[in-house]
T-cell receptor, first 114, second 110 residues
């Protein structure tokens, strides 16, 4: 199993450009998450999905959109990139039991908006 | 909203020392996670626990639900343990995305 994969690893965008961060998992997990990690701060939840066709906002959703057409894929879309979106983005997937559930993280995408 | 605090923020120790990293949270949880982030950036799950104690190799994690506190211990520390250690909690609600502490940056010197 490849686990959780993310592309690209690095990207530089100009202000106002758009892009999609790709995330794929091959563990048949229903739950998938997008987090961002800013220097000196804890990771924050952007969006999550509990299964194909179902998504919802997390703590910091503004400026982002997601879709979940399949169990495997959970892309994150930035429509009009802003410098405040410079961050490292992590996708994660997991199963959920009554305690919460372990999450498996992708390698991250380092995004710079100039 | 749960607040997760870790201490210390930075820790430098000599090889072989016993290491303790602490985590406290403000609201009751269903589970607490300890994660490791290496300089390359990848994040790996070390432990998920909801009570008591877990051990894996030289790593030990404990949690006290009443005191809302958890500790991660590393015995016989080694330079390869150098990483950022992150505490995170499941607080319930929604799909139960994690709430994270800011991490503890650990450096083990030879």
């Amino acid at each position: 199993n490849a686990g959780v994969t993310q592309t690209p690893k690095f990207r530089i965008l100009k202000i106002g450009q758009s892009m999609t961060l790709q995330c794929t998992q091959d563990m048949n997990h229903n739950y998938m998450y997008w987090y961002r990690q800013d220097p000196g701060m804890g990771l924050k939840l952007i969006y999550y999905s509990v299964g194909a066709g179902i998504t919802d906002k997390g703590e910091v959703p503004n400026g982002y959109n997601v879709s979940r057409s399949t169990t495997e894929d959970f892309p994150l879309r930035l429509e009009l990139a802003a410098p405040s979106q410079t961050s490292v983005y992590f996708c994660a997937s997991g199963l959920k039991d009554r305690r919460g559930g372990e999450q498996f993280f992708g390698p991250g995408t380092r995004l710079t908006v100039l | 909203k749960n607040e997760v605090e870790q201490s210390p923020q930075n820790l430098t120790a000599q090889e072989g020392e016993f290491i303790t990293i602490n985590c406290s949270y403000s609201v009751g949880i269903s589970a607490l996670h300890w994660l490791q982030q290496h300089p390359g950036g990848g994040i790996v799950s070390l432990f998920m626990l909801s009570s008591g104690k877990k051990k894996h190799g030289r790593l030990i994690a404990t949690i006290n639900i009443q005191e809302k506190h958890s500790s991660l211990h590393i015995t016989a520390s080694h330079p390869r343990d150098s990483a950022v250690y992150i505490c995170a909690v499941n607080s319930g609600g929604g799909a139960d995305g994690l709430t994270f502490g800011k991490g503890t940056h650990l450096i083990i010197q030879p």
